[in-house]
């Protein structure tokens, strides 16, 4: 699987963004997908993450506040961002790894295919 980030941007505090990852491959619906992102001099972290069933899990800094979805038969999951806080300024990545149904993937490790990263920046 080929992942494809877009979607960042420069924007101020408690604007939107919508982050798309484009994927290659007929396989596309095995997958469950993540989101993270990384900051400069920080690790990469859990932002949000999606099964094949479409439930979803959000770490805590950004619940209420991001929305992820899928759509399967475009191959791609989209990261709704609303009320953007200037520390959410990071790369934010996709990611894909195989799943059953319903399983939620939160960790790093588990990911097998990254995307290239697209650039958020939130200014105050």
């Known amino acids: 699987v080929q992942l494809q980030a877009s979607g960042g941007g420069l924007v101020q505090a408690g604007e939107s963004l919508r982050l798309s990852c484009a994927a290659s491959g007929r396989t596309f619906s095995r997958y469950g997908m993540g989101w993270f992102r990384q900051a400069p001099g920080k690790e990469r972290e859990f932002v949000a993450a999606?099964?094949?069933?479409?439930?979803?899990d959000y770490a805590d800094s950004v619940k209420s506040r991001f929305t992820a979805s899928r759509d399967n038969a475009r191959t791609a999951v989209y990261l709704q961002m609303n009320s953007l806080k200037p520390e959410d300024t990071a790369v934010y990545y996709c990611?894909?790894?195989?799943?059953?149904?319903?399983?939620?993937?939160?960790?790093?490790?588990?990911?097998?295919?990254w995307g290239q990263g697209t650039q958020v920046t939130v200014s105050s």
């Open positions: 990611a894909a790894a195989r799943s059953s149904w319903s399983t939620i993937i939160t960790s790093k490790y588990e990911y097998e295919y």
């Open positions: 999606i099964s094949l069933s479409g439930r979803t």
